[in-house]
């Protein structure tokens, strides 16, 4: 089980909600995802910059978990970092990314992965811009866009919200 937000049937995005983790197979990956998105999410690989397809989209919307479409950022936190991939200042939720350090090819960075499936999403840095001073560097092929007029078309049941308690609007 995960700790996580996800969009309701409003078209919003939830309070917290305890959700099981989305855990597959390799197999099923493979059928889920392209070999590219398994390259990436499964395999922790990463695209080449300045290559993906999402890098240069300004389109207002949603981009969300390509492996189990958990909501991860919004187009008003995106911002050019000239790195070569999309890069966002904050996370759409805290709880809907998992931080991990990772020490691999001799260096040591901060790995972001989806909460609920566990797919690499990419990497965040303490060199990013106002307000937060992060930038979470992702690969464009663990994500996908969803244009803010298709937002409520992720609505998926959630545990009923205590009563009294709202949803804010993304």
């Known amino acids: 089980m995960a700790l996580l937000r996800v969009i309701n049937e409003q078209g919003q995005l939830s309070e917290p909600v305890e959700?099981?983790?989305?855990?597959?197979?390799?197999?099923?990956?493979?059928?889920?995802?392209?070999?590219?998105?398994?390259?990436?999410?499964?395999?922790?690989?990463?695209?080449?910059?300045?290559?993906?397809?999402?890098?240069?989209?300004?389109?207002d919307g949603l981009y969300v978990c390509a492996g189990c479409s958990l909501p991860l950022f919004e187009t008003v936190t995106k911002f050019d970092s000239g790195?070569?991939?999309?890069?966002?200042?904050?996370?759409?939720?805290?709880?809907?990314?998992?931080?991990?350090?990772d020490r691999s090819y001799g260096m040591i960075r901060t790995e972001t992965r989806c909460a609920r499936c566990d797919g690499h999403?990419?990497?965040?840095?303490?060199?990013?811009?106002?307000?937060?001073?992060?930038?979470?560097?992702?690969?464009?092929?663990?994500?996908?866009?969803?244009?803010?007029?298709?937002?409520?078309?992720?609505?998926?049941p959630i545990p009923d919200v205590p009563a009294g308690e709202s949803s804010p609007a993304i």
């Open 19 to 59: 959700l099981p983790k989305l855990i597959l197979t390799p197999e099923e990956w493979k059928q889920r995802l392209t070999p590219e998105q398994f390259k990436i999410l499964r395999s922790h690989g990463t695209e080449a910059p300045f290559c993906g397809g999402l890098l240069n989209n300004k389109d």
């Open 83 to 101: 790195t070569g991939w999309p890069s966002f200042y904050k996370p759409v939720a805290k709880e809907n990314i998992t931080e991990i350090i």
């Open 121 to 156: 999403l990419g990497h965040v840095f303490e060199d990013g811009p106002r307000p937060t001073g992060l930038r979470y560097c992702m690969n464009s092929e663990a994500l996908r866009f969803v244009p803010r007029d298709r937002i409520a078309t992720l609505a998926e």
